[in-house]
């Protein structure tokens, strides 16, 4: 006999028997002097864990759901769902109870019985062999563990430490979740949180990653699989130990039929089943990378929504909510389908992104947002996690889409679509500097007027506002912009949708304090405090989304709305929950937005720049639309709407070589100089998305456009002062919405007259009017002209014009004042897109449209001249009628001589934003 072993044993018995005793002191009596420390340190900590339990749920995963209920991502710290008891299989209930907790239905959350049998069975074979713990128990400690310390790897060693603390702490808290809850819920609730995997918590998570089913169609073997898991997730996951999985599986059977769950004939059929588990073991993908690639940016775009709405994503991956969204499925389909026609995926340096909103007066919903990039991590196969469509990601701006801001401006001023603006072929301005240097100087050291030029001279020299916003000359945009002002235009590009946009800086970024001056204040800063005049030509970092709500607010009323991913959210009780939201405003008044939708109206037909890619889409409905393109060819975009949805499309560099993109045949690539327009790939892309949008809609008309903003407002004109005393002067000019500015003259008139006003007639309100007031003395007499020698010549006769000769264009009524105007009688062919260069400033392009006379082109715009370095430029001529693909790999050919007789002015192109040269350049 042993009896060293003996000793051993009677000793280990002895001290287990001691740790019985303290576990019922401690459970029974509380307060007893024995364990009177243990048992205070743990009363306060068995209350609170008690309550928390009852009250906060373990973390549940966030479902993101397009506007149909269907979901299209998940958003998770620990992969789990909550579960009702009905939704899971009575075969897994029977399963867990039969290897975990046979007796679980009969205890009150500690089991006395089963403690003191493995007390016995652990003494007699010297180490722990049974485990005594209950279903509740393993419920508290798994929740400490996965819950309460989820975060904290210290906590939760603690958590599982063999200690007489815990196990007491354990049995109390047990025992008052049995008190408080139903053995059924209890039992719910633990299948809900224990782990079966590294990130896979809770029966419906592991039903999915293991099975690809839910938890109320597990059959036995599969309930057998998963309830054997419990005991050791790592040890007996099935996909890397199937021999030992398929080992506890059976143990489970075998106690299923101890258990009386299962006839011994049925246990030895399922112990026969393979595992068959899904290939691969794979659950659901967390975060926006697993929507996939169609729905990535969207949900991207969500979740920022949702930080800046005051949820912390952290609680996002850990609140279960349910998240409904305004993602349609169909159109989002469309819009992928559309970019990667255009521009393949696989195409290097080139981005082609779209953005659908639905307009309206209570929300501006964004239904779609694609690229043709896909969202992932995958640089090799051309994805990225950018926010392409949504964030302010085209660095080189959209061209001449901007002149929608300027129009928009010059309506709220008082023109009308129908009043007619200035359009020369070159022009000066006498208002902002910062040209180049072929450009006049303004006798200030090294500073230049600014200027711009046509890429040729087939513009008419004035044209209605309206026909100026489908053949988009550039000339005539920045004479509205002297005239409306810079700050009246650039804050209107926030007003109507460009707010986060004109935040940014010109680098597209936000603005950075401890960077070079320029870098340090944001677009709307920039802009308007230096005066710089390319605004109105879309030189500037821009978001795709925000074109898009751009539209939707022009088609909403002039209402503008925060564009929301967001239909409702629900939290894990399936109550509604509360968000931020930014009311919506009337950005302009709605006649205002009336007119200039109707104003945008010409560019899918006739001479519009966009008119080519609509025709060959089949394109008939109403709509309005505005093409755009930069000068050096590395972007360009097209914003369109009807009344039942907004989009736009810009297709740009993405690459880290700053080149032009060309198009022609195949797919768009990277090129030296570039040659592609808003009027091909993108709006051959917008087009190709909303006819199967808008299939099966009924058409909308656009809305009725007022009087005052069909042909301007008649208190336009300028109150005539001359001859008035100059106090009396200012106030009719200032109450009639003029500025005023003064200078003395000599002159015989009384001191404090009038004698002169510029400008007279008619003038934009807020226009500077300024007044030659008199300083009461008399200047002294001219000089008599000596007397005439020769006659007069006579009048240059009246050449009739060639045959074919273009028809000058007729004047309209209600001309803004402006530049001089052409000499009557003499043809005024059209005038394509002209732009300047500011220093330290791209400078945008015009674009094409269809020609009007069969056989006649125009050509895209030479490579403009110098360039700014360092700076993206901005706009290009757009070609008037391109290749029938909507695409052009090279120029035009030259127009051929024109048709014999009278014929409208030719459609105009874009033109480019060179500086204006000494001559105007060649038509080539």
Not at 120 to 146: C, E, I
Not at 312 to 330: A, H, M, N, Q, S
Not at 673 to 698: Q, R
Not at 727 to 753: C, F, H, I, M, Q
Request: aromatic share 6%.
């Amino acid at each position: 006999m042993n009896r060293k072993r003996i000793g051993s044993g009677l000793g280990k018995l002895a001290g287990l028997c001691v740790l019985a005793g303290a576990l019922v002191a401690g459970l029974l009596f509380p307060a007893t002097a024995t364990l009177g420390f243990v048992s205070n340190k743990i009363s306060d900590q068995v209350q609170s864990t008690v309550a928390e339990m009852l009250n906060t749920g373990p973390p549940l995963m966030t479902t993101v759901t397009d506007k149909d209920g269907a979901p299209i991502a998940h958003l998770y710290d620990q992969y789990r769902v909550r579960t009702p008891p009905d939704k899971i299989s009575q075969h897994m209930k029977d399963a867990l109870l039969a290897i975990e907790d046979r007796r679980f239905y009969d205890h009150h959350g500690v089991d006395w019985l089963a403690s003191l049998r493995a007390l016995a069975r652990n003494n007699a074979s010297g180490s722990v062999q049974q485990g005594a713990s209950t279903l509740t128990q393993q419920y508290v400690k798994n929740y400490l563990v996965h819950v309460v310390a989820r975060n904290n790897k210290d906590a939760q060693r603690e958590a599982q430490e063999q200690s007489i603390t815990r196990k007491l702490r354990e049995a109390r808290i047990a025992i008052g979740l049995e008190t408080a809850l139903g053995k059924d819920e209890i039992l719910r609730r633990y299948l809900d949180l224990v782990p079966f995997g590294s990130t896979i918590f809770g029966i419906t998570a592991a039903s999915q990653a293991y099975f690809d089913t839910t938890p109320d169609k597990l059959t036995v073997p599969q309930a057998a699989t998963l309830a054997g898991m419990v005991n050791s997730p790592t040890y007996l996951d099935p996909e890397a130990r199937p021999d030992k999985a398929i080992e506890r599986r059976n143990l489970v059977i075998d106690a299923m039929v101890h258990s009386e769950k299962l006839s011994q004939e049925e246990a030895d059929r399922h112990k026969a089943v393979p595992l068959g588990l899904q290939d691969p073991v794979r659950p659901l993908q967390t975060g926006c990378v697993g929507a996939g690639p169609s729905y990535g940016f969207f949900c991207s775009f969500l979740v920022q929504h949702l930080v800046e709405k005051g949820f912390d994503l952290e609680e996002l991956k850990v609140g279960g909510y349910r998240v409904e969204t305004t993602l349609d499925p169909k159109i989002t389909e469309h819009a992928k389908q559309a970019v990667e026609a255009q521009a393949p995926k696989t195409t290097p340096g080139v981005a082609n992104t779209m953005a659908v909103v639905r307009p309206g007066k209570d929300a501006h919903e964004v239904v779609a947002l694609v690229a043709n990039r896909d969202y992932g991590l995958d640089k090799d196969k051309f994805e990225t996690q950018f926010d392409l469509p949504s964030g302010v990601e085209n660095k080189f701006g959209t061209g001449s889409v901007y002149k929608v801001f300027t129009a928009a401006a010059a309506l709220e001023k008082g023109i009308g679509v129908d009043t007619v603006v200035d359009s020369p072929n070159t022009y000066t301005s006498r208002v902002f500097k910062g040209g180049a240097p072929s450009c006049p100087a303004t006798g200030e050291p090294n500073t230049y007027w600014y200027c711009l030029s046509n890429h040729n001279d087939r513009y008419p020299p004035k044209m209605p506002l309206k026909q100026a916003l489908a053949t988009s000359p550039n000339t005539a945009f920045v004479i509205l912009e002297e005239k409306v002002g810079l700050q009246a235009v650039v804050d209107m590009a926030s007003k109507l949708g460009m707010r986060r946009t004109m935040a940014t800086n010109i680098a597209g970024v936000p603005p950075d304090p401890k960077g070079a001056k320029d870098l340090r204040m944001t677009q709307a800063e920039f802009y308007a405090s230096n005066g710089n005049a390319s605004f109105t030509l879309g030189p500037a970092p821009s978001s795709t989304l925000e074109l898009a709500n751009v539209a939707a607010t022009v088609m909403s009323g002039g209402t503008w709305c925060e564009p929301t991913p967001i239909r409702r959210v629900l939290d894990r009780d399936g109550k509604p929950v509360e968000l931020a939201k930014s009311p919506c405003e009337q950005a302009v008044p709605e006649p205002l937005a009336n007119a200039l939708a109707t104003g945008l109206s010409e560019d899918s037909k006739g001479q519009g720049t966009a008119a080519v890619s609509a025709k060959k889409a089949g394109w008939k409905r109403p709509m309005m639309g505005k093409t755009g393109t930069t000068e050096e060819y590395k972007s360009a975009a097209y914003l369109g709407a009807t009344p039942d949805y907004a989009g736009a499309v810009q297709v740009f560099n993405d690459s880290t070589s700053p080149k032009g993109i060309c198009v022609g045949a195949g797919a768009p690539t990277l090129c030296p100089e570039g040659n592609i327009y808003g009027g091909t790939v993108p709006a051959a892309t917008w087009f190709d998305t909303m006819m199967k949008v808008h299939d099966g809609l009924p058409e909308k008309p656009l809305p009725q456009v007022e009087e005052r903003f069909l042909k301007g407002d008649t208190q336009m004109k300028v109150p005539d002062v001359v001859g008035t005393e100059l106090g009396k002067a200012k106030a009719l000019l200032r109450d009639a919405g003029y500025e005023v500015t003064t200078v003395s003259v000599a002159s015989d008139k009384p001191a404090g007259a009038v004698v002169d006003q510029s400008p007279r007639g008619m003038a934009l309100r807020g226009t500077p009017v300024t007044l030659s007031v008199s300083n009461g003395s008399a200047p002294p007499p001219k000089p008599a002209a000596p007397p005439a020698t020769t006659a007069a010549p006579a009048p240059p006769a009246v050449t009739p014009p060639e045959p074919g000769t273009p028809s000058p264009t007729p004047e309209p009524t209600s001309p803004v004042p402006g530049p001089t105007s052409p000499v009557p009688g003499q043809p005024s062919p059209p005038t394509p897109e002209p732009t300047s260069t500011v220093p330290g400033q791209p400078s945008p392009t015009p674009e094409p449209s269809s020609s009007p006379t069969p056989g006649r082109s125009s050509t895209p715009a030479p490579e403009p001249t110098s360039p700014v370095p360092g700076q993206p430029s901005t706009s290009a001529s757009e070609p008037t009628r391109p290749p029938t693909s909507g695409r052009s790999s090279s120029p035009a050919p030259k127009p051929p001589p024109p048709i014999p007789g009278p014929s409208p002015a030719p459609a105009p192109k874009e033109s480019s934003s060179a500086p204006r040269p000494a001559t105007p350049p060649p038509t080539s």
